[in-house]
Every structure is written in structure tokens, then in C-alpha cells.
């Protein structure tokens, strides 16, 4: 049925709601490091996803490219996202917002879902909701993207 969640979007909001449960501040050595490898990973997942847009016609090594890419830079500079984090809690706790970690993963993984849930209403070029990633077209919906003009 077209305009429900796949299983990718419910893992690709899941993942990061669950990461945002963990205080950076209070990790160090291998658990600060595994924090990272974790955040990278998932970012990483999304935009390689995200980058699987039939419009924009990316092979995958581009795909996997750009994730990549987009990664490392979040990598390059995770320490500045840290101190955001703390900033964030900081001025949640201050103002009276108890668990303000589980608040948060909570509204951004229903936020991404909600957004994931939008994208899957977006009609195609048919005029139909987009099935979703997972699904086959059928042999007469398939469209050569670049038709020879003779």
C-alpha cells in the first residue's frame, strides 16, 4: 500500500533517536569512540539513501561517494556537534524540561518519520503516491531515463 513507512525508514529514524539517548560528555576512550563510529555510520546510511533519488540518476560509487564524504566531515568536526549537544541539554534541563535527552530522541525520531511518511505521498510522474524504495515497478511502468531521440 503505497504511502506507509518501509522498514529503512523506520531504521534510518530509529538509529539516530537511539544515539541521541547517549551523552557524549559523559563518554570517553572507547565508549566516545564507539558514540562517533555510531553517529558517522548513521549518517553515512542516511545519505547514501537519501542520494537514492531515481531523479538524480547517482550510480551508487557517487552514492557511496557523497555518504562518505558527508561522514568524514561529520567525523572532522564531532566535537563541535558534542559541545551543541551539551549546549542543547544544558538550556532544556535549565528550563524546566525533565529527560530532556529522551524528549528530544523522541520528537526527532517522530519528526523523521513524519518527514519519511510526507516523502512517501509525493506523487511521481504517474500522479501516484511514491511506493517506497523496496518496491518493483511493473514492466510498463519502467521508463528508459535517457530515450534515443532518432
Known sequence: ??????????????????LSL???SALSGRGLAAYRLGVAAT?????????????????????W????????????TMPRWERA????HSWLTAHGVPRSRLVVATLST????????????????????DPGPDHEP???QVRDPDPVVG
Open 110 to 129: 517522530a519528526a523523521v518519520l513524519a518527514l519519511a511518511a510526507l516523502e512517501r505521498r509525493r506523487p511521481t510522474d504517474d500522479g501516484q503516491p
Open 85 to 88: 549537544d551539551v549546549a542543547l
Open 138 to 140: 511493473d514492466s510498463e
Open 65 to 76: 561517494a557523497g555518504g562518505v564524504a558527508v561522514g568524514a566531515l561529520l567525523w572532522r
Open 43 to 63: 549518517t553515512v546510511a542516511s545519505t547514501v539513501v537519501e542520494l537514492d533519488d531515481p531523479d538524480l540518476h547517482a550510480p551508487p560509487a557517487v552514492r
Open 22 to 24: 547517549a551523552d557524549p
Open 1 to 18: 500500500m503505497a504511502g506507509l513507512l518501509t522498514t529503512r525508514d523506520v531504521a534510518l529514524a530509529v538509529a539516530p533517536g537511539l
